[in-house]
């Protein structure tokens, strides 16, 4: 019966918690940045830690912001966030194409959106225009645009 029972919580250690990204519940789950309600299946993101704990974001931008004043590096286990061309698919954000263009407005106005594939951000591109990014880009344009935006507030 101990046996068993030993068993029963290894299992539920090793497959209850699990690491990968946790479905959004659109229009009632909040940014766990900006705390609005997360609406938009194109832009939403996620942050897993290696602890389990899931971060969910309405957008890219507010995912970068919050993991440079909430978290360190070593503590992710994973960062997703939804393939513009397929709503509501999270696909690993370390891996995703990026494209800057004012053509797609996105919910925190960074504008920028993500995809799967090489060929899929180059269609985009050919078809609306923009700058592509790679993940150190769009980190870096998002915490330097939130930067503009606090000093704007104070002047």
Same mark, same amino acid.
């Given at each position: ?54 971060? /969910?974001?309405?957008? *890219? ?8 004043? %909430?978290?360190? +590096?070593?503590?992710? =286990? ?41 060929? /899929?951000?180059?269609? *985009? ?8 990014? %790679?993940?150190? +880009?769009?980190?870096? =344009? ?14």
């Amino acid at each position: 019966m101990n046996f068993l029972l030993l068993i029963s919580v290894i299992g539920l250690l090793f497959f209850g918690c699990s690491r990968g990204p946790e479905p959004i519940d659109y229009g009632k789950d909040a940014c766990a940045a900006c705390k609005m309600t997360i609406m938009d299946n194109k832009y939403a993101a996620e942050i897993v830690t290696k602890k389990g704990k899931v971060y /969910k974001f309405d957008a *890219i931008e507010c995912l970068f912001n919050f993991k440079a004043k %909430n978290l360190k +590096e070593e503590d992710i =286990f994973s960062e997703w966030v939804c393939d513009f061309s397929d709503p509501g698919k999270l696909i690993n954000l370390r891996k995703a194409y990026f494209l800057h263009t004012e053509a797609f407005q996105s919910p925190m106005g960074l504008d920028v959106l993500a995809v799967a594939t090489k060929d /899929k951000v180059k269609e *985009i591109q050919t078809k609306y225009g923009g700058h592509i990014m %790679n993940y150190n +880009e769009v980190r870096d =344009f998002a915490i330097q645009r939130k930067m503009m935006n606090e000093m704007e507030m104070k002047h």
